[in-house]
Each structure stands twice: as structure tokens, then as C-alpha cells.
């Protein structure tokens, strides 16, 4: 499940992690997911392969702090929005046997949403339904943890209507691919589980993908983290919310499996992938295309709870990368950059992560709550151990880390936040928004 907000991640262990490949190609990369382990940026297990083989492969971190289990290579979890790849696939197996069309109409099996009989089956499969996305409400950080059923969710997606004209531009909606695996169950009359166990995890032997549940670290499962200064528990989502959008886990052995098998034919017809891999405006049809200087891989990204996921394909070089997370507080895009730095043989350098350390008295400085005329949220800033720590309305409080005595970065989700205490100001930037809050006196 896609969802921004600011969150963060970590803790520091000592043991030797698994880990595979550990040649010169890899020592550094190896180096730095150790680094990023000491000092407490991220918790997760990488693998790289090449023509079904391994090349790479590391797992550093906690899978139950509390309990001090570790990650291993074959730690299970949650994958999120790499889900909707599955989801996809059996869209198109559909296809391929005549059940569903792309044209199809959302009107034949759900005619009360907004503008449905506008809506095709490929736009939902490339976000181009206008369907109010209903993990962007403001409760769903609580409603995510309960179970629900198919009447209560259609209603959300009811209540948030359309907000763009179908097929007028494209935006992520998670509730395009909870509607498809409705649909699937309907045109196929088995569950979902059943389809996803049939269709593509007996056939490519996958030992370890299935619809989450409640999470059993001693079953080989992992917890997700916040990271607040230390690692906090992040909240469970229940499966019956995200569905075919994102109710997965899974290992990276079995992502690797999965999408190598995509690309080879195994799964779908070379038509159905072509299709697939069709980009507009950003978006394939259950998929995303990502650039690497002159060359291009296919897959998806995911998150859900504090979990975070990157699964890609480059068909050219048969290569598959797989990241699978479940405490964050660094940017995920610099360990991509770096696996397939790594990979490819291009220079780069390993991250000094010396703190600036930051007086108690500036910080006081920069205490306090802020309002801005641009959103109708309230920045709340606060002292936590010596490290300045902000919350957002509705959002969990975040550490964040100092770039230099009055700008800080929360890494994860690319945000900066600088401070002018002389006008009683913060600045947040995060991607192309610029948004100036002021204290409140």
C-alpha cells in the first residue's frame, strides 16, 4: 500500500548477518548495509540475481527486537504494493481465457460506483480510474488494523467518488486493485487465496508467499518498526483492508522466483507482459518502469505498516533486485543506487554518517507549534533526547537528523525541514512542495 507520510525506523545489534556473494564485486555494498545497520537506518534483506542465480543476497536487522530474533534470508514479510503485480497477473490470465477484457466496464460488476460505466478494467490496472484512492483517509492508520468487509470498503470508495474524469490523467488509488480482486473472485468463484495458490504459487514452487495474518516472528515472520529515536512498533493492518492492493508477504528469494518467471513467459503470454509494461504517464498497467542511467527495469514498490518493498526486473541483463524492509530511516532510492552501483560496476562512495550535534539551547530555540496558510496542519516541535523531533497532525512523531545546525532531514521520505528562529519560522520541503509554517505565539 502506497502511502506518504513521515515515518522513520531502527535499532543496533551485533552478530554476524547471512550473507551470500560476499566477494570484491559486493564487499562494499556489504559494508554499507552494515553501516546502515550501526547506525540505525534500516532493517531489511536485499538479493540480487542473474539468471536465476544469486548473486547477492544480505539480512541485517531485527525481525523481533523484543524477542532478538533476527532477519535472516528467509525471514517473511510484508510486501505491500508489490501485491498488485500478483493482482495482475491473474487479471491477465483472465484475459488470456476470456473472462475479463481491458475494455471491459467497472459496470458489469459494480455499476454504483461513480462514473463505472466509463471505467474499463485497464484503468483500474493503470490508475486511471479517478477513484478516490480509500487509504487516503484521514482514519485509515486506525481502520487499517480492524477487519472489514467487502460492503464497508465499497462504501468508502462510494463516499470519496471520482476525483478526476476516467481516463482524463493517471493517480495511484489503492482502491482500483482491491476492486479487481473482487472481480476475480467473482469471474473465477474462488477466493482470492485460492486463485493467487493455483495459478502461481504451487506452479512456481513459492515457499513462502500467501495473504498475511497476525504476525508470528517464531514462524518465521517479521514485525515492522517506527523509527522515534529508538524502534517503536508499528500497528498490524489486517489483510481483509489492502486485499490484491497489497495483503502479501513474502521472501526475496520468492519475489526473484516470481518476476524472473514473469519475463520469462511462465506466468502470462509475451502479449499480456508487453502490455503490461506499457508506460503512460508514469504508470504501466500493474506496474512501474524504473531507469538506471542507459538501461530500464520493470516492477513495483510497496508499503504497508512499516514495512517497505522494491522488487525490479531489467530483461536485458536477466537481473532481478528485491528489497524487502521492515524499518526505515534512510532513503530507500540510495541502497537502490547502491546495490546497482554495485552490479553494473560504477563508482560510488559509502555514506559518512557522523552526527551534528546540536546544543540544547538551539533547540528550544526551534521548539514549539507551527501553523502554515498553505495546510491546514499543525507542526508540532519538540526536544526528544537532544534531537529535534516533529509530528504533523495525524501523522507519528519523527526524529529527525541534523544536515547542519538549523536544517534536518527525515531521509526516509525525503523531507527537509529548515528553521529560522530569528523570523520564528520552519520550512518544509519534500519533492516539489515548498510549505512555510509559522510558530505559534
Known sequence: MNRKHLLTAFTFWFFLSPVWGQNTQFSKLSQFLDSLENHEKFMGVLSITQNDQVLFQKAVGWADQEREIPLTLDTKLRIGS???????????????EKKLSLDQSLADFYPEIQHADKITISQLLSHRSGIFNFTNRLDYPIYRTKVHQESQLLEMMKEGGSIFTPD?????SNSNFVLLTWILERVYQKTYPQLLEERIIQPLNLKATRIFDKIDPENGEARSY????KWELDLEADPSVPLGAGAL????????????ALFEGRLVSSESLELMKEIKEGYGRGMFSFPYYERRSYGHTGGIDGFRSFLAYFPEDKV??????NGMNYNNNDILLASLNSLFGREWELPDFTEIQISEELIGKYVGTYS??????????????????????GQPQSVLEASSISTFELKSVGATFTFDPEKNQVTLKQGPATILFSKKQ
Do not use: C, H, R, W
Open 372 to 393: 502554515s496558510t498553505q495546510i491546514p496542519m499543525l507542526l508540532t516541535v519538540e526536544n526528544k533526547g537532544g534531537k529535534v523531533a516533529v509530528q504533523l497532525t
Open 82 to 96: 508489490i501485491t498488485k503485480m500478483f493482482t495482475t497477473v491473474l487479471v491477465f490470465q483472465a484475459i488470456e
Open 320 to 325: 532481478s533486485l528485491a528489497v524487502l524492509s
Open 226 to 229: 517506527l523509527y522515534n529515536g
Open 249 to 260: 508477504e513474502s521472501t526475496v528469494g520468492d519475489l526473484s522466483i516470481f518476476i524472473s
Open 168 to 172: 482524463s490523467k493517471a493517480d495511484y
